[in-house]
Structures are given as C-alpha cells and as structure tokens.
C-alpha cells in the first residue's frame, strides 16, 4: 500500500511538475508574441513616420516652388511698372506703388500642417488609441517592468518625455506633429489609468 501511494504522489508531483512548465512555456510564448506585435508595430511605425516626411517633403517643396514663381511673377510686375514709369516720367511724377505682399503662402503653411495633423491624429489613434496606457506603452516601446501602477508611471514618464513638443522641436514637420499627437493621446489615457486606480 505504501509503494502505490509513493506512485500516486509521485505521479501527482510529475503532473504538478508538468503544469508548470506549460504554463511557464504559453508565459514565454505570449511574451514572444507581444515582442513580436510590438516590433512590427515599431516597423509600421517607422513606415508611415517615412511616409509622412516624405509627404511633408514633398508638400514643402511645393510650397516654395508656388513661393519662388509668386516672387518671380511680383518682380516682372514691379519691372513692367517701373518701365513704364520711365517711358512716362516726362509727363506723370507718380511713383508706383508696389503690391501688397501675398499671403498665400502663409495658407499653404497652415493647409499643409491642417493636413498633416489630421493625418498623425488618425495614424496615432489606430497604433494606440485602442488599448490601455500599459499597451500603448508597450507599442510605443517603453515597456514597464511590470503592470504595477508605480512601473506603468515610470514608463509612462518615460513616453511623455520622449514625445514633449520641447524634444521634438528641431524635427521635421511631420515627425513634430505626429509626437505632440502622440504625447497628448498618452496624457489622456494616464488620466483614464489613474483614476482607475
């Protein structure tokens, strides 16, 4: 009787045993996963961060361009005008007066950062916006140590100050823009955590 209880308990060890690694090898694989999901979220993050500055790129050239031939297009008028003061000077004494300086270029600033923005604003909600501050962290990769409120704080100071408006300031445009999205979207969502709590 003895030997078939030292089986029993044997057995129940080994089954004891067993349950443990497999928890510790789904443990180990969920952790792979999310390593995983956070890395491809980086590599679309980093795509569509190439994406933007390209588009600001190109948008910036465009502005300058449309700047270079308004500037163009001024200096022949002023030039038409001025010839044809001197042709005129024997009879008139007035002196033209130039136009008033364009504004558009300061609309095509404003459309483009309207443009960008919008495009950040969608672009950092569907990356972050659908999950919890541990998460968006997590994708963002400040990860915390742990899901304690006092590691999430930590790595949640971490984001806020890698995406301040102050770090991003001599960015590009886009890169400024799509870092102030994703700063506020953070502070919202730790005001959401901390009130949980």
């Known amino acids: 009787r003895e030997g078939s209880e030292a089986r029993e308990l044997e057995r129940r060890e080994h089954e004891e045993r067993e349950r443990a ?20 979220a980086a590599a679309a993050r980093r795509k569509e961060a190439r994406h933007e500055n390209d588009q600001a790129r190109r948008w910036e050239e465009q502005r300058r361009e ?20 001197a ?9 033209p007066t130039p136009p008033a300086p364009s504004d558009s270029s300061g609309d095509a600033d404003e459309d483009l950062e309207d443009s960008l923005r919008t495009s950040a604003a969608a672009s950092v909600q569907s990356e972050i916006g659908w999950g919890d501050l541990p998460s968006a962290l997590r994708v963002l990769g400040c990860v915390p140590l742990d899901d304690t409120p006092a590691a999430v704080r930590t790595a949640y100071k971490r984001a806020a100050l890698r995406f301040h408006p102050d770090r991003t300031r001599g960015a590009a445009l886009a890169v400024r823009i799509r870092g102030e999205e994703v700063w506020k979207l953070l502070g919202v969502k730790m005001e959401t955590f901390s009130a949980a709590r």
């Open 87 to 95: 042709r005129n000077s024997s009879t008139s004494t007035s002196v």
């Open 66 to 85: 449309r700047a270079r031939r308004e500037s163009d297009a001024q200096r022949a008028k002023t030039a038409g005008r001025e010839s044809s003061g």
């Open 21 to 40: 690694a497999n928890a510790a090898r789904a443990e180990a694989n969920e952790r792979e996963a999310a390593a995983a999901a956070a890395t491809a």
